[in-house]
T-cell receptor, first 114, second 116 residues
């Protein structure tokens, strides 16, 4: 069972570069989300999607874009990387909305912005 | 506004001791969901429990138990006879109808170290 797959696992970027973090799930979950984890701050929601073609902002959406063209994939785009975006990023999915059902998390992407 | 407080940043216990992780939440709604997730040193996040605000029964699962008290807005997590494998960061989380349950608010986490 693959579950939620995130790629890459590690990435180093220079300030101003752009990149896309990939997230795919094979559980046919409608709800998908992206979080960032920073020391002492827990997980903060960046963007989420309740189904293909539907996305919305979370707590900290600035500097990030998402799209959901298929049920399986939910990529996160950094438009112009900044050092403040250095973090560990987690993608998650759940059968129903993430606030009612347990979320299944990927292994995370550790991103460093120089 | 929604808020989840985990006042204990780090806890260390000796193996076989009992330990309680505190979680206090804020919400204006009467219907909401609470969660606990575990993040072991390997980094993945693992779901432990979900609780609906209407279900105030305490729950026990092996060495884990959860005490939900609506009157004090707390959802505490107790590990009995702790083991080294319990060493992890534990997150409490909340969702409520204000955001259609679509947004989950996580607490800052409590890092538990179980010393052999």
């Amino acid at each position: 069972n693959a579950g939620v797959t995130q790629t890459p696992k590690f990435q180093v970027l220079k300030t101003g570069q752009s990149m896309t973090l990939q997230c795919a799930q094979d559980m046919n979950h409608e709800y998908m989300s992206w979080y960032r984890q920073d020391p002492g701050m827990g997980l903060r929601l960046i963007h989420y999607s309740v189904g293909a073609g539907i996305t919305d902002q979370g707590e900290v959406p600035n500097g990030y874009n998402v799209s959901r063209s298929t049920t399986e994939d939910f990529p996160l785009r950094l438009l112009s990387a900044a050092p403040s975006q250095t973090s560990v990023y987690f993608c998650a999915s759940s059968l129903g909305t993430g606030g009612r059902q347990p979320q299944h998390f990927g292994d995370g992407t550790r991103l460093s912005i120089l | 506004a929604q808020k989840v407080t985990q006042a204990q940043t780090e806890i260390s216990v000796v193996e076989k001791e009992d330990v309680t992780l505190d979680c206090v939440y804020e919400t204006r709604d009467t219907t909401y969901y609470l969660f606990w997730y575990k993040q072991p040193p390997s980094g993945e996040l693992v779901f432990l429990i979900r609780r609906n605000s209407f279900d105030e029964q305490n729950e026990i699962s092996g060495r884990y138990s959860w005490n939900f008290q609506k009157s004090t807005s707390s959802f505490n997590f107790t590990i009995t006879a702790s083991q080294v494998v319990d060493s992890a960061v534990y997150f409490c989380a909340l969702s409520d109808p204000k955001t259609s349950y679509d947004k989950v608010i996580f607490g800052p986490g409590t890092s538990l170290s179980v010393i052999p």
